[in-house]
T-cell receptor, first 109, second 112 residues
Framework: KNEVEQSPQNLTAQEGEFITINCSYSVGISALHWLQQHPGGGIVSLFM???GKKKHGRLIATINIQEKHSSLHITASHPRDSAVYIC???????????FGPGTSLSVIP | ETGVTQSPTHLIKTRGQQVTLRCSSQSGHNTVSWYQQALGQGPQFIFQ???????GRGNFPPRFSGLQFPNYSSELNVNALELDDSALYLCASSTGLAGGQFFGPGTRLTVL
């Protein structure tokens, strides 16, 4: 069993739809990251969470430490949101980060 | 949120050459980790530096080496480049305190 799992693996949505990507992990963590990667592009850090909820523009990330679960929500999705979204956790900031398998999102106009 | 920078953005080398990639960590961060992301795969941990010393290493051969400087910036050096070294190389910095790592945008290396 992978230490970090994401669902769904692939997601296609119509422009304007509300999107949720889920992440579950099995280790104790100090922080959880949501990362975005466009095809052929570098990685963009969207959020780093250790508790609660963060919001940036149309993106919202939540984490439930007790349930070892995090969600990334995208409101009013747009084709430019099409990318791979990666959940990654760090047990401590000294440890290597453990990456989830990614969720490939395609938003259709 | 991130103040981690990497250079160059893109780089093309040929087999057998050597390459140096650079990472400037976020201000106040004393720990830098390097990751390799091959095309279509997730990032793989290469090694980590803490206060100028290697602090952990993944499953990479010795031709992958690194340095961390007194200002906590870091270099990743790869000798005798192979075609399979073509990848996105990411660095991430942290303070070592509670919290996580801040990722740089990556350097895309192509080996021909």
């Amino acid at each position: 069993k992978n230490e970090v799992e994401q669902s769904p693996q692939n997601l296609t949505a119509q422009e304007g739809e509300f999107i949720t990507i889920n992440c579950s992990y099995s280790v104790g963590i100090s922080a959880l990251h949501w990362l975005q990667q466009h095809p052929g592009g570098g990685i963009v850090s969207l959020f780093m969470l250790s508790s609660g909820k963060k919001k940036h523009g149309r993106l919202i990330a939540t984490i439930n430490i007790q349930e070892k679960h995090s969600s990334l929500h995208i409101t009013a999705s747009h084709p430019r949101d099409s990318a791979v979204y990666i959940c990654a956790v760090g047990r401590t900031s000294y440890d290597k980060v453990i990456f989830g398998p990614g969720t490939s999102l395609s938003v259709i106009p | 949120e991130t103040g981690v920078t990497q250079s160059p953005t893109h780089l093309i080398k040929t087999r057998g050459q050597q390459v140096t990639l650079r990472c400037s960590s976020q201000s106040g961060h004393n720990t830098v980790s390097w990751y390799q992301q091959a095309l279509g795969q997730g990032p793989q941990f290469i090694f980590q530096y803490y206060r100028e010393e290697e602090n952990g290493r993944g499953n990479f051969p010795p031709r992958f080496s690194g340095l961390q400087f007194p200002n906590y910036s870091s270099e990743l050096n790869v000798n005798a480049l192979e075609l399979d070294d073509s990848a996105l190389y990411l660095c991430a910095s942290s303070t070592g305190l509670a919290g996580g790592q801040f990722f740089g945008p990556g350097t895309r290396l192509t080996v021909l």
